[in-house]
């Protein structure tokens, strides 16, 4: 049976059937609920992957079978909730049935006898208090979670004070702003618009009078900020101590104990563990300020400290930590226990239907052959011109994107026209989400300045760039830098709206910021400053508790690189507008009243689950198979760690001296084909030179800048830069014997330059000049080799040590080899060489364990012509004697891959020397792939410290006493 739309269930029932993605990107039907999970849509590479949550897949089997039973070990007072909460005659608006299963989950683990719960740990964040995440998509009907949350804690604490591990009557909501903090003023007893009068969430009046007994803190987590050092007069106060926090924070609920806490959008509320590396930036890409994520977690540890957290109740649409995938951790929340998603939440009407553009009649885009309108910004003459820093308001938008905005624009005016005929008062919204500050004030212009299409886009007084820096001092209540022209955009937009005169009397006095949140947080709200608002431009997702529910098309023009940022702007837009019903027969074959369809048009937003736009055609071939790669957990035993060494330091003696016969490691050649020492310049203008203008630069006209001494001395004072901190005697001491050394390097043979023609004193000294930094290295290297006293490992603070389990889940289109002894699912082939080794290390019993280092984040850090580069040997592997060997695959040799070696040597030593990290070895199989086999034999034959063979005798022989090594942390100091 074809169905209309994809709204296939009712939201006051349990989903009997779900949609499921199909080859070609096709929908099929298929019986039964949808598994817990979410997708992993990968807009790069065009690949998409689903994740199951197995943890609440188990969970939801439990509480089936405890409500089945019914309701074992709960309070009476639970027991009168829920049958209360379960009677659609109780009420006018009957509770859906994903707020009944989220309520359940959460009774369940606290109150549920030992037996319902056997076998089931849900894990924590790392911190000493317990969270339990309720997964709920965007208008599934949160806020009213909360209130069924609250009564069931107050109630029961009230009833049963001696069971306080379990209830609290002290109960702290979070929100991540004053928007959202606004919007839960309904969750206090008192509100005259309290949702517990509203949803008729007490069974009886006795019960409803008990809850005005609730203590009840509604505050942003800006309240949760430590305070700032103040002078008060001539005394300076301290730091604010724990107590004092607790006490400024909670206010009342400071004389409570065993707190419940509620983390509204509680993706914001991370903890950043501290072996998890995690960037700002990557952070940012899922909507979080690390910053601010870590200050609400910090706040709400002091709190657990002086006054013990009951139950931590999160909820949020995404709760995604920016941790990516590995074995261990996910992207999701761990103690995520119930899940109601976004295709859940579509599939039962409680949202709009997205729509994104699937073909058009131009080409598509010739890697995906997919429209290029649906990730617009991916389109190279778009992202490049998006991209420029610096470019001003009135450039002219990408053509395009223009054509884009005349697409989308035009279906928004037939849209328009349809909501004026039916008595709309406010139109509907179009709500641009794009890259950067100037990409927002070039649309504002296009919009304002009447560069759009269609004039009913032209309009400035309908039209809002979101400051994102004025919004999220808006957000915390803090004023914002002055910009008089921004202030009267503002100002213009509430004189311009149809609203009456004492509205418009109220907000003009007003701050810029305060204002924005009168217009932004009312968009299409009847009698309010945004109630004739049509276009909404924003670089930021707009402030979470944002509910225009009038947003009826979707502009992206930024990059979308997860499903999470997809769905979090299409979330911005999926609020339904009316619950009018009409009576549908449902693939089961009942038939039952389902909510309307209502869309919202998307483009430029690479959705994964969505509607055709349009019905024909066949969709774009499907996309080039790819391989998952992954750490797995059920290989915990196959683990390989190491230290993550940002470079060696080495310890030298205060006598310097240097093997001036040791000619193989005293050789230094410099090519000066690569070093240009004349230029030409000539003017050019439109792309083409004047080469009748030519100006020269010739080094050799300039013989005084590179006379003998002072480039000693340059060289001298670059080494002791170098040397400084590692050389114990007298700086005198040491600048003494440097210039020494480098006048002799200078004079001798083993400063190769292969041309007569540049051993001429004056241009050997210009090379030498432009490639001091290279010599210095080198120098350097030779003198921390001969002088050692020791050397010691610079560990990478934030990460210091990296594992095979902490690899995130990648793809490949390239040969691979499904692995037995790896905890990598794969070991891709990079070569025939490769796929040998690979297969020897599988076949050896004398290796335990290894990884193909490939996304690992395993490297050696060298230095190359000066620069510093990144080294990522081949092979990880574990010997059965519980060695681990550096293993390299190299078919021919060059200079470069002698450095990288000589950087490995120093690696291995270094980490040796520090001991901790078990014992390390290295090698090379250099030439013949047969030769593997003796190397690991070789490695594999004692558990002591051994050298590597696969370089030569000459390896062998300085393996143990030390090889000239360049330290990367020359660049930094130098």
Request: hydrophobic fraction near 40%.
């Amino acid at each position: 049976m074809a169905q209309a739309s994809l709204i296939i269930s009712s939201p006051f029932e349990a989903p009997t059937h779900h949609w499921e993605r199909e080859a070609e990107n096709k929908l099929k039907l298929v019986e039964g609920r949808r598994p817990a999970g979410y997708e992993i849509f990968d807009t790069r590479h065009n690949t998409v992957r689903g994740v199951e949550l197995d943890l609440v897949n188990r969970i939801r089997d439990r509480v089936d079978a405890w409500r089945e039973a019914g309701y074992p070990g709960i309070t009476a007072i639970t027991r009168q909730l829920l049958e209360h909460w379960q009677d659609t005659n109780a009420r006018q608006y009957t509770f859906y049935f994903c707020q009944l299963e989220a309520i359940e989950t959460l009774i369940w683990h606290v109150e549920s006898p030992a037996e319902f719960r056997q076998g089931i740990a849900v894990p924590g964040d790392g911190g000493a208090w317990e969270r339990l995440c309720s997964k709920m998509a965007t208008g599934t009907g949160k806020t009213t979670v909360m209130a069924m949350i609250v009564a069931w804690q107050v109630l029961n604490a009230l009833t049963y004070p001696k069971r306080n591990k379990d209830f609290s009557r002290a109960i702290f909501i979070v929100a991540p702003g004053l928007t959202v903090k606004e919007r839960l003023q309904v969750l206090m007893p008192g509100h005259p618009a309290n949702y517990y009068d509203q949803f008729a969430i007490c069974p009886n009046e006795a019960l409803r009078q008990k809850l005005n007994q609730a203590a009840i803190l509604i505050d942003n987590w800006h309240s949760l900020m430590p305070l700032k050092d103040v002078t008060r007069s001539v005394v300076k106060k301290g730091a604010e101590s724990d107590e004092a926090y607790v006490r400024r924070i909670l206010g009342a609920l400071s004389g409570f104990k065993d707190i419940a806490i509620i983390n509204d959008e509680a993706h914001h509320a991370y903890r950043n563990r501290p072996e998890a590396k995690v960037s700002k930036k990557a952070a940012e890409a899922l909507g979080i300020n690390l910053d601010d994520a870590t200050r609400w977690i910090e706040g709400l540890d002091r709190i657990h400290k002086m006054r013990r957290i009951g139950h931590c109740f999160d909820l949020s649409a995404t709760p995604f930590a920016p941790t990516g995938k590995t074995s261990t951790e996910t992207a999701l929340f761990d103690w995520v226990i119930s899940d109601f998603g976004l295709n859940d939440a579509i599939e039962a009407g409680l949202v709009k239907t997205p729509r994104v553009v699937i073909r058009d009649n131009a080409l598509p885009n010739a890697k995906t052959y997919r429209s290029k309108l649906y990730h617009l910004y991916r389109e190279p003459e778009v992202q490049d011109d998006l991209n420029r820093r610096g470019a001003e308001p009135h450039e002219a938008l990408p053509q395009l994107v223009q054509q884009a905005y005349t697409l989308l624009g035009a279906d928004w005016r037939e849209t328009r026209a349809a909501w004026s005929a039916a008595g709309h008062v406010s139109p509907p919204v179009m709500l641009t989400v794009c890259n950067r500050t100037e990409t927002a004030a070039r649309l504002e212009h296009y919009f304002r300045q009447g560069d759009a299409h269609w004039p009913e886009l032209q309009a400035p007084n309908r039209t809002l760039r979101v400051d994102s820096k004025v919004l999220d001092k808006a957000e915390s209540g803090e004023s914002a830098t002055a910009d008089k022209p921004y202030e009267e955009v503002l100002r213009n937009i509430l004189e311009a709206a149809d609203i009456p005169e004492t509205t418009k009397a109220r907000l003009r006095p007003l701050k810029k910021e305060e204002l924005l949140r009168a217009i932004i947080d009312n968009v299409g709200k009847r009698g309010t400053a945004g109630q004739d608002l049509q276009n909404v431009i924003s670089v930021a997702m707009l402030s979470e508790g944002w509910d225009a529910k009038n947003v009826t098309h979707i502009m992206g023009l930024r990059a979308f690189t997860s499903q999470l940022l997809c769905e979090q702007v299409i979330g911005r837009g999926l609020r339904r507008v009316s619950y009018d019903t009409e009576a549908v027969q449902c693939p089961d074959g009942q038939v039952r009243d389902l909510f309307r369809p209502e869309f919202v048009n998307v483009f430029g937003v690479p959705l994964s689950i969505f509607q055709d736009v349009d019905d024909g055609g066949d969709p774009p071939p499907p996309p080039k198979p790819s391989i998952q790669i992954e750490a797995l957990a059920e290989r915990a035993e196959l683990e390989i760690s190491w230290p993550n060494v940002l470079r060696v330091d080495t310890v030298i003696r205060q006598e310097l001296t240097l093997d001036w016969n040791n000619h193989p490691a005293l050789r230094l050649a410099i090519d000066p084909a690569r070093i240009p020492i004349t230029a030409d310049l000539a003017p050019a203008l439109g792309g083409a030179a004047d080469m009748s203008k030519i100006v020269p630069i010739d080094l050799e006209k300039i013989p005084e800048g590179f006379r003998q001494q002072r480039l000693l001395f340059m060289a001298a004072r670059k080494a002791m830069e170098s040397l400084g901190g590692q050389f114990s005697g007298s700086r005198e001491l040491l600048v003494q014997q440097l210039v020494r050394l480098v006048e002799r390097f200078f004079n001798s043979d083993h400063l190769e330059i292969p041309s007569l023609f540049h051993q001429e004193p004056l241009r050997k000294r210009i090379l030498i000049a432009l490639s001091m930094d290279t010599i210095v290295q080198h120098v350097v290297a030779l003198i921390e080799q001969q002088n050692s006293e020791r050397l010691e490992p610079v560990f990478d603070p934030e990460f210091p040590i990296g594992s095979t389990r902490l690899m995130r889940t990648w793809y490949t289109t390239k040969p691979c080899i499904d692995t037995v002894k790896s905890q990598i699912s794969h070991a891709v082939a990079d070569s025939t060489w490769e796929d040998y080794a690979a297969k020897r290390l599988e076949a050896r019993d004398d290796i335990a364990a290894y990884a193909k280092n490939d996304h690992l984040g395993f490297q050696i850090y060298y230095l190359w012509h000066g620069s510093k580069r990144k080294y990522v040997p081949d092979y990880l592997v574990r010997l059965a004697n519980g060695k681990l060997l550096v293993l390299e695959i190299k078919g021919e040799d060059s200079e470069q891959n002698r450095k990288k070696r000589l950087a490995l040597n120093a690696w291995v030593r270094a980490v040796n020397e520090r001991g901790g990290f078990g014992v390390w070895c290295w090698d090379v199989v250099m030439g013949e792939p047969a030769r593997m086999d003796d190397v690991i034999g070789h490695h594999a034959g004692t558990v002591e410290p051994t050298a590597p063979i696969g370089e030569g005798e000459a390896s062998t022989s300085t393996q143990l006493t030390g090889q000239v090594v360049e330290n990367p942390s020359r660049t930094n100091r130098a």
